[in-house]
């Protein structure tokens, strides 16, 4: 469908009119801003509205309301889904305050804020903001999503730590959702991402951690099958203290890819200790026996450092995500992934990752929400590069691993990984109840509609 078949075209023009931020229609400039972090996305709105106040997001909204438009939200495009010319795109990414109370731990962050921002504020005074494996990603994107960071075994889901969100609704309302002041929202605005509303800022508590014990040993890829067979066992029983994941990785040779990891197969075990480092120390030591390193990172590091961990890219990419929720992660599921991502499988992803659950994250929080599947034991994530040869290919092999894993997956998913709109994702993110309310809060907050795109969960028609 062409623009003018889509949208009125003269009344789009009017937007500068309505909207008090800056705001690019196609082939103007400053449009390309909204590319995402994820650049395999097409990301191609009606407009961008530039918003830095939650009066901008309110003014795209009601524009939007009244002109039969929806409303899509970006602040990275870390979780980047299509958006074309039926929507306008709010980029939040100027909206970048983060400021710390001292007294009572609790940090402010703006719509456009990553978790760097609030790591740089905090971290110098001992306390800990309860990131993804990237600093780059923005805030408000992952603590709607839920969250699981690095620590999720011995602190639970990032989202729980969420004290209050401010909030554009879909009718263009301001209003501050608190456990007390709407509820209904409070609940759905921790796991259902941005179907309630746009969020324009939020409040959330820090931990007082200024240390962890962790990092990664890397492993040469002939060593896979030793290193992942050990590390399937070991993780049966650590504590939950010990967070950890393995993941089979092909890096490109790259600016910021260690030399010894750039170019061929090898072998991450990600480790991450609170409390006790001597117990921390002695804990990876079957880990250590496994096969001989090639690089140790590990060692008593300060929380700022937590994002080399995983250390995840920070600069922009074209990225194809798949994900299977395991209820268990056996032998015969380590031979399937050797297979599928191990030495001479021909695999074109480029991070095949293991996460092991559990612990804290089982535990509902004092406020329950809309995060569901908690139950989860181990989380298979795929990364590839769909480009050039391998773009069929990537999803291809990421859906024949789901599929050789179905004998264990829980059914369900996560909604921060692998993000996409369709319905059928949807029912695995969410269960049927969870799934239900969301969509009666998003007919009550939005009835026109308006904010009926992305990952939002509606009932259909
Ligand atoms: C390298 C990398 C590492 C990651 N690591 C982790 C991890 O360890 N744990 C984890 O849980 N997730 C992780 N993620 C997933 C990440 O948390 C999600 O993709 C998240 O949605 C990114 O948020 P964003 O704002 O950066 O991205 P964007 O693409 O800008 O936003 C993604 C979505 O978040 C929602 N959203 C964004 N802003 C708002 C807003 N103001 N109001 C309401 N909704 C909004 C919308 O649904 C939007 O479509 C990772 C992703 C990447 C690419």
Redesign the pocket.
Known sequence: MTLAESVDERALSTLPDHVSALVALPGEPGYERCT???VAVPVRPAAVVFATSAHHVAEAVRFAAAHGLKV??????????PVGEDAILVQ?GAMTDCVVDLQTRVARVG?GA?WQHVLDAAAPHGLAPLC???P???V???L???????LVRSVGVSSDYVRSFDLVTGTGELLHVTPEAHPDLFWGLRGG??TL????AMEFELLPVSEFYGGALYFDGVDAPAVLRTWQEWSLSLPETINTSIALQQLPPLPGVPEPLAGRLTVAVRYTALDDFAEGAALLAPIREAAMPILDTVGVLPYAAIGAV?A??VDPMP?HEGQVLLGEFGSEAVDILLAAAGPGSASVQTVVEVRLLGGAMARQAEHSSAFCNRQAAYAVTTIGVPMGPAAELVPAQARALARALQPWSTGGL?P??A?AADAARMARVYDEDTRHWLATLADRYDPAGVLKT??AVRFSA
Request: aromatic fraction near 6%; glycine fraction near 22%.
């Open positions: 995402p972090w994820n899509a939200v970006q602040a990275t495009g870390h979780g980047a889904v939040t719509a990553r993804g494996s990237s780059s990603v923005g408000v994107g992952f709607t999503g839920g969250g699981v960071g690095p991402k941005s509303g746009i969020v324009t995983h995840d890219p990225c996560l921060n990984f993000p992305g990952q």
